[in-house]
């Protein structure tokens, strides 16, 4: 079956430690996107990259670093310098042309909780 | 400023009975997505809008789209306590790629 695949589902740090959440997709696809929610909030997006070796900087990328080595992964860290880091990770993985937008799929998320 | 902005954001509503949320966004937009999201699980992929007038339908939930008014809505028909979740709306701005601007959600719980 072709999909996204986020580990883990649930995941406790404590403070000053960093963290890498995982993201994987066989889909395929060329762009791929890290989103972060707050309780009772819309989703806010990170960092997204469009290609391999290449990413860019989205809303609220401040405290978290990624990398894109390879198609089918994009590991999101998040370090110690983000504030409030507790939240609901999404991963989410779509075609793309550059400038045509495509449906992006999304994985099933990872709950950070940091004490 | 990009904005999406989603109202009500909390909903109530008895099975049987029909409601509409609304969806308003700041600037010109090449696409807009609903989304439904369950309790704790992620984002499922209802309805995508194209153009102008464009309506979708799926059981008991229509969306449409004007673009001129930058004003999308999602209508639900003799609700079901299944509707019940959170819908976001979400907008690709033109020359923006794919990046989404995602509304606040509108959590919607639908009582017996």
């Known amino acids: 079956d072709g999909g996204i695949t986020q580990s883990p589902k649930y995941l406790f740090r404590k403070e000053g430690q960093n963290v890498t959440l995982s993201c994987e997709q066989n889909l395929n696809h060329d762009a791929m996107y890290w989103y972060r929610q707050d309780p009772g909030q819309g989703l806010r997006l990170i960092y997204y990259s469009q290609i391999v070796n290449d990413f860019q900087k989205g809303d609220i990328a401040e405290g978290y670093s990624v990398s894109r080595e390879k198609k089918e992964s994009f590991p999101l860290t998040v370090t110690s310098a983000q504030k409030n880091p507790t939240a609901f990770y999404l991963c989410?993985?779509?075609?793309?042309?550059?400038?045509?937008?495509?449906?992006?799929?999304f994985g099933p998320g990872t709950r950070l909780t940091v004490t | 400023e990009l904005k999406v902005e989603q109202n009500p954001l909390f909903l109530s509503m008895q099975e049987g009975k029909n409601y509409t949320i609304y969806c308003n966004y700041s600037?010109?937009?090449?696409?807009l997505y609903w989304y439904r999201q369950d309790p704790g699980k992620s984002l499922e992929s209802l309805f995508v809008l194209l153009s102008n007038g464009a309506v979708k339908q799926e059981g008991r939930l229509m969306a449409s789209l004007d673009t001129k008014a930058r004003l999308s809505t999602l209508h639900i028909t003799a609700a079901v306590h299944d509707l019940s979740a959170t819908y976001f709306c979400?907008?690709?701005?033109?020359?923006?790629?794919?990046?989404?601007?995602f509304g606040t959600g509108t959590r919607l719980q639908v009582t017996l």
């Open positions: 600037t010109t937009s090449d696409r």
């Open positions: 979400a907008v690709v701005y033109t020359g923006t790629a794919s990046k989404l601007t």
């Open positions: 989410a993985s779509s075609k793309s042309t550059g400038t045509v937008s495509y449906e992006q799929y």
